[in-house]
T-cell receptor, first 110, second 116 residues
């Protein structure tokens, strides 16, 4: 079993839809939870991060962490074609090592 | 003014050859990394250096040898290339505790390695 599980998709939704992306994990030592966005043929870039449990909102993006269920989510409201990318969750126990999920490939159709 | 750069961007080579990938960051970060991303987009850490010192060395064949001449550079040398080495290799850098303990890593554009 991988430490971090993420459905690779692909996920295709119409423009304006609400998108929900999720990851589950098994290591209870993880405290930092991140979402990276990776456009085709580019390197990943940090989108949002959360420490421990709770919600965090940034514009159209909301990150949620439920440590009791070992489950994290990223919601995208009013999705745009420019949001089409692969979204990778990543987690850390506090040291430099990040453990990534497989990434979910998302397409927003105009 | 690229933050993390890698060369080459594409590398096509024959099995058994030896090749190197170079990485440079101009962010003033103290930690650099090498990741491998396979065809299924699974991104896995290989090595991490902090101030030129190896601190993370995952289960990677010893055909892979990182070298950090200074804290702005981290190169990856691969001996006796195999078909299974075909992947995209990403370099990244970070400054520890830049975001109150969160390890924001800045990634390079990747080197797409194809072994024939």
């Amino acid at each position: 079993q991988k430490e971090v599980e993420q459905d690779p998709g692909p996920l295709s939704v119409p423009e304006g839809a609400i998108v929900s992306l999720n990851c589950t994990y098994s290591n209870s030592a993880f405290q930092y939870f991140m979402w990276y966005r990776q456009y085709s043929r580019k390197g990943p870039e940090l989108l949002m991060y959360t420490y421990s449990s709770g919600n965090k909102e940034d514009g159209r993006f909301t990150a949620q962490v439920d440590k009791s269920s070992k489950y994290i989510s990223l919601f995208i409201r009013d999705s745009q074609p420019s949001d089409s990318a692969t979204y990778l969750c990543a987690m850390s126990a506090g040291a430099q090592k990040l453990v990534f999920g497989q990434g979910t490939r998302l397409t927003i159709n105009p | 003014d690229t933050a993390v750069s890698q060369t080459p961007k594409y590398l096509v080579t024959q099995m058994g050859n030896d090749k190197s990938i170079k990485c440079e960051q101009n962010l003033g970060h103290d930690t650099m990394y090498w990741y491998k991303q396979d065809s299924k987009k699974f991104l896995k850490i290989m090595f991490s250096y902090n101030n030129k010192e190896l601190i993370i060395n995952e289960t990677v064949p010893n055909r892979f040898s990182p070298k950090s001449p200074d804290k702005a550079h981290l190169n990856l040398h691969i001996n006796s290339l195999e078909l299974g080495d075909s992947a995209v290799y990403f370099c990244a850098s970070s400054q520890e505790r830049l975001l109150a303990g969160v390890n924001e890593q800045f990634f390079g554009p990747g080197t797409r390695l194809t072994v024939l």
